[in-house]
């Protein structure tokens, strides 16, 4: 009788277990009416490679699971299994050498997309580094000094840099499977310099200055006045608040639950930053602002915050249009925050995610300790130490 043990990862309710050399999927009991188990038998071997490919098909189905798109007859995932154990093969004959940058890309995710988690690929590699390929003046591998000069002429330094060292990996991996006899872009993101930033990289806003915010929103944009509030007032991410709904909150409103986060650009629910989920206890303050907009009886899958229109806040048009403000396509917005800059009620602009390093700052600075700090907000200590707590402060200093 063979063993099932469990492979180096497991992806939350997803597991991903080695029984007999293979691999196989155990599926979460909430799935079913019943609360029987599910397992797939992926018949794929326990390889790195395999690990990963059924690490991708975890992942896959745990999205799919909370965002409600879970196909019941699991035949969707099956056949992507079904897929890996079939013989690949190459779009290009090894030792072809080819010279099309955009080609080569095309490869290059094709063979990255099942070792990463889906999110992760339609974000990045399908849609960010493409566009900014195929944004580039020429796909010619020989003009590789050309293609870099472009990428800085065009882009921050940190954004050319990163471009730069997808590109260096895209060509390590076309020299491994004999596509391009060399690497153009090795070691070429190593030589961008960036600038240094100092403790101002984390760059909350003063207790006076959330304030006058609070304020400007409740004068100017009443409909997201509470959801700025919450921002400030519990320091959880972005997206995590858009993804906030009433089943996430007990019936008094003392207790948060942060377990989701919404993706404004892919249009999905995923889980938190981290992959946990984490309580939050509510002061007086956020237990009053939930109470003030929470409805008699709740849909417990209804958001807490919302557009004006009622449906999901897009965190894109929210920081370009609301909070900052300014001129998109034919139509000029007026942004809460540009409005302060300009009647000088505001230092500098920061973007709405610095309301999450204004609560961490403000909170260490009431004296909470670093690692109580990082359960509220969803950090490690580590990060807290290393970004906030030097950052913080005093306005005055004991006596000695």
Known sequence: MGTAKPA?????NVGVEEFRGKFRLRLPRSIT????QVIISTGLDATELNRRRVDSVANWIEEEIITGQLDPTLERYKEKLEDYKRPQLSIVKPNTPQTNLMELWGQYCAYMKPQLASTTYRRDYARKYTNHIKAL???DLGQAIAIRDHLLSQLTPNAAKRVLTYLAACCKWAVVSGLVKDNPFAGMSEDIKLPKH???????FSKVEMNTIIKAFEDTRPHYAPFVKFLFWTGCRTGEAIALQWKHINSDCTQITFSESYDSQLNIRKGTKTGKARKFPCNSQVRELLTSIRPPNPDPEQSVFTSPTGGIISNTRFSTQVWKGGRTSNKNYNGVLQGLLEEGKIERYRCPYNTRHTFITLMLAEGLTVSTVAKLVGNSPEIILKHYAGNTVPLSLPEL
């Open 8 to 12: 180096r990862t497991a992806r939350g």
């Open 198 to 204: 100092d403790s101002d990289a984390i760059d909350p």
């Open 137 to 139: 003046p020429t796909k």
């Open 33 to 36: 009416p019943l609360g029987k």
